[in-house]
């Protein structure tokens, strides 16, 4: 890349840097009522859930682009109790990936939070491009990663594959879009304000909706917090891959301490090995926070016996004595998985919409975004990403997966201070999916919001947490006025 071509990129870079800088974008024009929307959402096809008693199934109709409405109407399925003069009102949750549809997992929200489903009417919807109505179906992708993977790499021709299935389908599966499809659901419910509850990913969608449409939100649940506004700090992992050291240690500070640093075991670990090798051993420590959120029990429920024990693993493969380490990663290796359960076809149509990247965003030409990642690569000093490296930073799959993906109109990306309105965040300190750090970083810009750490957990808290002092938490927000 020669001195005029990297000036120009990098002038590009600024240019769409500045253009990210505004508050909420285009979230408040899609989807309301300018946008064309001429008669009432409703919801139709009422009919039992299979399976589910108490929840009734619907269909709720969206506009594929809320800017030409007649284009084409995607069919989104909708679940809701069916108390429907429920004290509290509306209680919406929000599911993750993007990518993992929200009406199957009703009931067993249900089960978790009984208290909560007493005095709330519960309500999950089916993202556009997932569920049983309408996932994306990108078949290589979903071979290679199926099951949902931020880290893990796919080839080329999966990403191309997916691209051209989607075709000029791809920018109308963003953040935004979904944000819209929200305030029509609420429309179609009929009610003047909901509750937000979101998880991991929901956490962006929450937020974001909250930017959008403030008096429309009475609270908010942000679960295993993700940054609603997106920087290529994020697209990088960077705070990911530094918290890896944190937890780790805090791992084996557990009695019986360790009595060797298994965050030192990593680093050499990974320096051991090349920058593919490197990236898939960040997805299995992170993806091994989902079996034994201590890092430590050999024996994990629902595990192959005797293979756990991520900080022994990592001592061992520094001692010379790679096999149960390299038995991890091939165990926690993602692959197949039904599209109903999670779209990779969706989560990458969503992720190369809404990040921004070191190369700008999805608006950046993709001669571009090569030489620019590369140019970050020799950026990046040891300490940004210790203890794995810039090179497993740069070849993870959320640089990796958008590198090729055809140049479209960016999702927006509102930043600033969320609304003033209640709002509880819930993270595991054990979390390096979505790391406590970024939890702090959130909860700075809630002037009412309330920070709840749970000690020793990982991911999800709602939905594995062990103990009950998050879910506790949850309950007591949630009972006030």
Same mark, same amino acid.
Request: with cysteine; hydrophobic share 40%.
């Given at each position: ?59 709720? +109709? ?134 937000? +509850? ?11 909706? @909250? ?53 030192? +075991? ?50 061992? @493969? ?30 990458? @149509? ?132």
């Amino acid at each position: 890349m020669n001195s005029n071509t990297l000036a120009f990129a990098l002038t590009l870079l600024a240019f769409t840097a500045a253009c990210d800088s505004s508050d909420v974008g285009v979230e408040e024009d899609v989807g309301s009522d300018s946008a064309g929307l001429a008669s009432p959402p409703q919801l139709t096809d009422p009919h039992p859930c299979p399976g589910m008693p108490g929840f009734t199934c619907s269909t709720l +109709d969206a506009p594929l682009d809320y800017r030409h409405p007649a284009r084409e109407t995607l069919k989104l399925q909708v679940a809701t109790a069916d108390n429907a003069d429920a004290p509290k009102g509306v209680l919406l949750f929000l599911t993750g990936g993007p990518g993992q549809p929200g009406v199957p997992f009703i009931s067993r929200l249900k089960t978790r939070i009984p208290e909560v489903a007493n005095d709330y009417r519960l309500v999950m919807i089916d993202q556009r491009g997932t569920g049983e109505l309408g996932a994306i179906d990108c078949p290589a992708l979903q071979r290679e990663i199926g099951g949902g993977s931020d880290i893990w790499t796919p080839t080329p021709d999966a990403v191309a594959e997916c691209a051209s299935l989607l075709g000029d389908k791809a920018p109308f599966y963003s953040s935004d879009d979904t944000v819209a499809d929200l305030e029509r659901l609420r429309r179609a419910l009929g009610v003047p304000k909901m509750v937000l +509850d979101g998880v991991s990913y929901g956490t962006i969608t929450a937020a974001r909706y @909250a930017l959008a449409h403030p008096r429309n939100v009475r609270k908010v649940v942000l679960d295993s917090v993700a940054p609603y506004h997106i920087t290529p700090d994020a697209s990088l992992y960077l705070t990911g891959q530094r918290a890896s050291a944190r937890i780790l240690r805090d791992a084996c500070a557990a009695a019986p301490a360790c009595d060797f640093d298994p965050a030192e +075991d990593l680093a050499a670990v990974v320096r051991s090995r090349d920058a593919e090798a490197g990236v898939r051993l960040f997805h299995t420590v992170v993806t091994y926070e989902y079996v034994d959120p201590s890092y430590r029990n050999p024996n994990p429920p629902n595990f192959p016996p005797g293979q756990g024990d991520m900080v022994g693993a990592l001592h061992e @493969a520094r001692q010379g004595n790679p096999a149960h380490l390299d038995r991890l990663v091939a165990i926690l290796r993602p692959g197949g998985g039904s599209i109903a359960d999670f779209s990779m076809g969706l989560h990458v @149509a969503t992720v190369c919409a809404d990040y921004r990247f070191v190369w700008g965003n999805a608006a950046t030409p993709i001669e571009l975004r090569g030489p620019l990642l590369d140019f970050a690569e020799r950026r990046l000093r040891d300490s940004d990403t210790w203890p794995f490296t810039p090179a497993v930073a740069v070849n993870q799959g959320f640089s990796k997966t958008c590198l090729q993906w055809p140049v479209e109109r960016p999702g927006s990306n509102p930043m600033g201070p969320l609304p003033d309105i209640p709002i509880l965040l819930l993270n595991g300190d054990h979390d390096m999916a979505t790391p406590l750090e970024w939890a702090r970083q959130v909860a700075a810009n809630a002037a009412r919001g309330e920070l709840v750490i749970v000690k020793g957990e990982a991911h999800s808290i709602q939905n594995r947490e062990r103990g009950r002092a998050g879910r506790d938490a949850l309950i007591r927000f949630l009972a006030k006025p």
